[in-house]
């Protein structure tokens, strides 16, 4: 089983890049795929970009050159680093994980409480 958590979320101007971090517990971290999705006021939560266990990666079309997906497992986080942030990219961001291989869907197992970032135009 494991837990996850994320941080670094906050205000930032357009243009801006925050680096927000998703801490996992549980022996077997390495063998999990972490997404990270976003939900914006009034919306669903949508996918913003995964990274599976073996470090391959997806990112959804609206992120593609701005956002990187990264992961650690000595350290058991994952990180999304974003670039270049719009006012439209203000959301609650969290992150989940499921086992081996990522999805595009909400379709994990364990997700985390979600961190608000917010970019002012």
């Known amino acids: 089983q494991v837990q996850v958590q994320e941080s670094g979320g906050g205000l930032v101007q357009t243009g801006g890049s925050l680096r927000l971090s998703c801490a996992a517990s549980?022996?077997?971290?390495?063998?999990?795929?972490v997404g990270w999705f976003r939900q914006a006021p009034g919306k669903g939560r949508e996918f913003v970009a995964a990274?599976?266990?073996?470090?391959?990666?997806r990112y959804a079309d609206f992120v593609k050159g701005r956002f990187v997906i990264s992961r650690d497992n000595a350290e058991k986080t994952v990180y999304l680093e974003m670039n270049s942030l719009k006012p439209e990219d203000t959301a609650v961001y969290y992150c989940?994980?499921?086992?081996?291989?990522?999805?595009?869907?909400?379709?994990?197992?364990?997700w985390g409480q979600g961190t608000q970032v917010t970019v002012s135009s």
């Open positions: 989940a994980a499921r086992r081996y291989w990522y999805a595009v869907t909400t379709d994990y197992d364990y």
């Open positions: 990274i599976n266990s073996a470090g391959s990666t």
């Open positions: 549980g022996r077997t971290f390495n063998e999990y795929a």
